[in-house]
């Protein structure tokens, strides 16, 4: 089992930064894949950006590559998300995932641990 715990979130204006956090607890929480996904008001929860347990591999949707950078430290068990050039669009909850297995992938129904969410709001 693995229990994740979001932070950072928050209200930004267009063009800032803000840099997510996920707490990652439980047995050897290093060998999941991890991703960040967002759920915007009555919109599907999308993927935003995914990366493997070692954390040589990543991968970005479309709409957020070169903006946003996935990282993590397994010694630490925190898996980031920093996002740079924040856009209106890029408002959402963002919540950290966990997949069994060490590949990225980008379907949610791929992800077994969920976070609870943090409210990412950016102002135009």
């Known amino acids: 089992q693995v229990q994740l715990v979001e932070a950072g979130g928050g209200l930004v204006q267009a063009g800032g930064s803000l840099r997510l956090s996920c707490a990652a607890s439980?047995?050897?929480?290093?060998?999941?894949?991890m991703g960040w996904f967002r759920q915007a008001p009555g919109k599907e929860r999308e993927f935003v950006a995914a990366i493997s347990s070692s954390g040589g591999n990543t991968y970005y949707a479309d709409s957020v590559k070169g903006r946003f950078t996935i990282s993590r430290d397994n010694a630490k068990n925190m898996v980031y998300l920093q996002m740079n050039s924040l856009k209106p669009e890029d408002t959402a909850v963002y919540y950290c995932?966990?997949?069994?297995?060490?590949?990225?992938?980008?379907?949610?129904?791929?992800?077994?641990?969920w976070g609870q969410g943090t409210q990412v709001t950016v102002s135009s």
């Open positions: 439980g047995r050897t929480s290093s060998r999941y894949a």
């Open positions: 995932a966990g997949r069994d297995g060490s590949g990225i992938r980008t379907s949610r129904y791929e992800y077994k641990y």
